[in-house]
Nanobody
């Protein structure tokens, strides 16, 4: 049974930082690219960024470039999302997702999802 469990969300002031973690179990972690997505109230789930199976390649949404960094530790079956210079518009539930082989920015292409963690950025 595959499980993805996000942690690290919370309330932070604008300009602050948070690091989200996503711990995976029940799958061969290095066989999966990992993506981060977010969903604000009444909005569609949107791509934040993704990382390749061995961490050699990353892709970010324009909104995340220069502020967010994705990394992974295959020995710990964990992927991270470091978020700096946070803005109120970053407020959303953040989800990690696993996709066999290569990453994509389309949420429907991912195989497994976590339950999400809330990030709230106050102005």
């Amino acid at each position: 049974q595959v499980q993805l469990v996000e942690s690290g969300g919370g309330l932070v002031q604008a300009g602050g930082s948070l690091r989200l973690s996503c711990a995976a179990s029940g799958l061969t972690f290095s066989s999966y690219a990992m993506g981060w997505f977010r969903q604000a109230p009444e909005q569609e789930r949107e791509f934040v960024g993704a990382i390749s199976r061995y961490g050699t390649s990353t892709r970010y949404a324009d909104s995340a470039k220069g502020r967010f960094t994705i990394s992974r530790d295959n020995a710990k079956n964990t992927v991270y999302l470091q978020m700096n210079s946070l803005k109120p518009e970053d407020t959303a539930v953040y989800y990690c997702a696993a996709r066999k082989l290569n990453y994509r920015d389309y949420p429907g292409s991912y195989d497994y999802w976590g339950q999400g963690t809330q990030v709230t950025v106050s102005s």
